[in-house]
């Protein structure tokens, strides 16, 4: 039997981390190649764009589109933004994290705060004013929704304690707080651990309010000195909703969410004969792409849908039958976005018959590979054509390169023994 020389080893490892060069660049190349183009301008409306962009890691932003996909202004200077909404007098409200911060009441120096700001859309758009507090954690703990009420009071989603209140600027006070506990059973300390993750609330009445509670997988209508007096998903069924965000309510008996670890957008109507809330229009695809952890949905006056597809870094309007209006690449995570100047105004739900429309089919998670993509999503802009094939791609080339390496290394000490 012959044995290897350092040569043929330093040969050998050699090709071994050439060919794990090539099968990422080919793979990578591939898919860059072969993406198909996720920016579709409308011209059939002139309403712009607003959306709040979380950022993956440092690099949240809130941004106005024109109808075109062209960039109107962009405000960035926070770690994260989500909930974005036009106030009547032309500024933007909207939710944030940042830090480090000096001011931190009970929590140790430096921290992180959450709150909203508002932001004046003249050229150059800029924050004009802030209200935030300290959390203990911002992944756990920051506000993802809030909006102004009529009585000119601030309602807030608060993920630190798990509440909903009213707060009042002018005194600075809480004017109404609903607890969470008060209907959920509750850990020590809230504040310790990601809990419920009360991720959006809206106002759908006089004192109703819609409240998504992520981590349940339902959503809850509370009424002021009722608590709650309807839920959504009873049975916390993650077929039927699988930690959900910004549900749009669209009159009584009829719900859209945006239905994020099943991948998909989810019209949900109350079956009046036996109470159950059922799948009445489901969206897996817009333009042959799967949807990839979509975070927010809105039917407008017009009776489209506004879809948030996050990790595929895209907005897109589509019709009933799935059809594209209008589709507009945004970069870095995209958390929310309204078609101004309508917002979350009530849209019309679909007519109901009993049937059930879907639209695509719902993309398969792969073991181990989906995990690793989502947690990249996480920490750097990922290209939305990246797909599981890219990750497997990336895990064998390293796999060859830890083996070429290490061929390597073995042939340059065998050639300095021999020499």
């Given at each position: 039997?012959?044995?290897?020389?350092?040569?043929?080893?330093?040969?050998?490892?050699?090709?071994?981390?050439?060919?794990?060069?090539?099968?990422?660049?080919?793979?990578?190349?591939?898919?860059?190649?072969l993406?198909?183009?996720?920016?579709?301008?409308?011209?059939?409306?002139?309403?712009?764009?607003?959306?709040?962009?979380?950022?993956p890691g440092?690099?949240?932003?809130?941004?106005?589109?024109?109808?075109?996909?062209s960039?109107?202004?962009?405000?960035?200077?926070?770690?994260?933004?989500?909930?974005?909404?036009?106030?009547?007098?032309?500024?933007?409200?909207?939710?944030?994290a940042?830090?480090?911060?000096?001011?931190?009441?009970?929590?140790?120096s430096?921290?992180?705060?959450?709150?909203?700001r508002?932001?004046?859309?003249?050229?150059?758009?800029n924050?004009?004013?802030?209200?935030?507090y300290?959390?203990r954690?911002?992944k756990?703990?920051?506000v993802?929704?809030?909006?102004?009420?009529?009585?000119?009071?601030?309602?807030?989603?608060?993920m630190e304690?798990?509440?909903?209140?009213?707060?009042?600027?002018?005194?600075?006070?809480?004017?109404?707080?609903?607890?969470?506990?008060?209907?959920?059973?509750?850990?020590?300390?809230?504040?310790?651990?990601?809990?419920?993750?009360?991720?959006?609330?809206?106002r759908?009445?006089?004192?109703?309010?819609?409240?998504?509670?992520?981590?349940t997988?339902?959503?809850?209508v509370?009424?002021r000195?009722?608590?709650?007096?309807?839920?959504?998903?009873?049975?916390?069924?993650?077929?039927l909703?699988?930690?959900q965000h910004?549900?749009?309510?669209?009159?009584?008996?009829?719900?859209?969410?945006?239905?994020?670890e099943?991948?998909?957008v989810?019209?949900?109507?109350?079956?009046?004969?036996?109470g159950?809330w059922e799948?009445?229009?489901?969206?897996?695809?817009?333009?042959?792409?799967?949807?990839?952890?979509?975070r927010?949905?809105?039917?407008?006056?017009?009776?489209?849908?506004?879809?948030?597809?996050?990790?595929?870094?895209?907005?897109?309007?589509?019709?009933?039958?799935?059809?594209?209006?209008?589709?507009?690449?945004?970069?870095?995570?995209?958390?929310?976005?309204d078609?101004?100047?309508?917002?979350?105004s009530?849209?019309?739900?679909?007519g109901?018959?009993?049937?059930?429309?879907?639209?695509g089919?719902?993309n398969?998670?792969?073991?181990?590979?989906?995990?690793?993509?989502?947690?990249?999503?996480h920490?750097?802009?990922?290209p939305?054509?990246?797909?599981?094939?890219?990750?497997?791609a990336?895990?064998l080339?390293?796999?060859?390169?830890?083996?070429?390496?290490?061929?390597?290394?073995?042939g340059?000490?065998?050639s300095?023994?021999?020499?």
């Amino acid at each position: 039997m012959r044995v290897q020389s350092g040569g043929d080893h330093s040969r050998l490892g050699a090709l071994l981390v050439v060919a794990g060069v090539l099968l990422v660049g080919l793979s990578f190349g591939a898919g860059w190649a072969l993406a198909p183009n996720t920016d579709k301008a409308s011209s059939a409306t002139d309403n712009p764009l607003l959306v709040g962009v979380q950022g993956p890691g440092w690099g949240g932003n809130v941004t106005m589109l024109g109808s075109n996909g062209s960039r109107r202004w962009s405000v960035g200077d926070a770690i994260s933004y989500q909930d974005v909404s036009m106030l009547d007098n032309g500024t933007v409200l909207a939710t944030f994290a940042e830090g480090p911060y000096r001011q931190c009441g009970q929590f140790d120096s430096p921290c992180k705060r959450t709150g909203v700001r508002f932001i004046d859309t003249q050229s150059p758009a800029n924050v004009t004013g802030q209200w935030s507090y300290p959390v203990r954690t911002r992944k756990d703990s920051e506000v993802h929704d809030a909006e102004m009420l009529p009585s000119g009071e601030l309602l807030v989603a608060d993920m630190e304690y798990e509440s909903i209140y009213t707060y009042d600027f002018s005194t600075g006070t809480k004017t109404w707080v609903w607890n969470a506990s008060q209907y959920y059973d509750a850990p020590p300390d809230p504040t310790k651990t990601d809990w419920l993750h009360i991720n959006d609330v809206d106002r759908i009445g006089e004192d109703r309010y819609l409240v998504s509670v992520r981590n349940t997988n339902q959503l809850v209508v509370v009424e002021r000195g009722k608590g709650v007096v309807e839920v959504v998903n009873e049975d916390r069924d993650p077929s039927l909703l699988d930690k959900q965000h910004n549900p749009h309510w669209l009159g009584n008996g009829a719900v859209l969410v945006a239905d994020s670890e099943n991948h998909r957008v989810v019209e949900l109507h109350r079956n009046e004969s036996t109470g159950e809330w059922e799948e009445s229009w489901v969206v897996y695809e817009i333009d042959d792409i799967p949807l990839d952890w979509p975070r927010d949905a809105d039917r407008l006056p017009n009776g489209n849908t506004l879809v948030t597809d996050s990790r595929n870094n895209r907005v897109a309007e589509i019709t009933r039958n799935g059809s594209v209006v209008a589709s507009y690449r945004v970069e870095d995570l995209p958390y929310e976005a309204d078609r101004l100047p309508y917002g979350e105004s009530a849209g019309q739900p679909y007519g109901s018959d009993g049937s059930r429309d879907v639209l695509g089919q719902r993309n398969v998670d792969v073991p181990v590979l989906s995990t690793l993509l989502s947690a990249a999503h996480h920490v750097t802009p990922v290209p939305f054509w990246v797909s599981e094939l890219h990750v497997l791609a990336v895990l064998l080339a390293a796999g060859l390169w830890i083996v070429g390496g290490a061929l390597l290394a073995s042939g340059w000490l065998s050639s300095r023994h021999d020499s």
